[in-house]
């Protein structure tokens, strides 16, 4: 028979794990929306300097040769905006389910 006092350090101990959990994506996803806008703001400051040098180009090879960086450096700023953002949101999945991987663990019987 399940005791009274049990059944409401259950329900406390679930509610704790749902708290934490929120707690834990609401501050990931800040986190997340942060990056996105340090990425959003240097690609912006990026693409305005490219813009500026290529206006003062004189020459054909000139621009071909700055579009080949700027193509090259937005290539390279969006592999690794697009790593670090990916880590950020594995990062979010493992910390949300933390908390109620402990509450499974506890009633998941052992082999």
Same mark, same amino acid.
């Given at each position: ?8 350090? =259950? ?12 707690? !834990? ?10 990056? =996105?806008?340090?990425?959003? @703001?240097?690609? #912006?400051?990026? !693409?305005?300097? #490219? ?10 090879? @000139? ?33 949300? =389910? ?8 506890? #009633?998941?019987?052992?082999?």
């Amino acid at each position: 028979m399940v005791n009274v006092e049990e059944f409401q350090k =259950y329900g406390k101990e679930q509610f704790d794990a749902a708290v934490a959990s929120a707690n !834990t994506f609401s501050s990931s996803l800040q986190t997340i929306a942060a990056a =996105y806008g340090d990425y959003a @703001k240097k690609s #912006f400051e990026d !693409t305005k300097s #490219f813009a500026e040098k290529l206006a003062g180009v004189k020459s054909f090879d @000139k621009a071909i040769e700055v579009q080949t960086e700027f193509a090259k450096s937005s290539y390279e700023t969006l592999v690794a905006e697009s790593q670090k953002i990916g880590t950020l949101y594995s990062d979010l999945a493992k910390q949300a =389910y933390k908390p109620l991987e402990t509450l499974v663990a506890k #009633f998941t019987p052992a082999h």
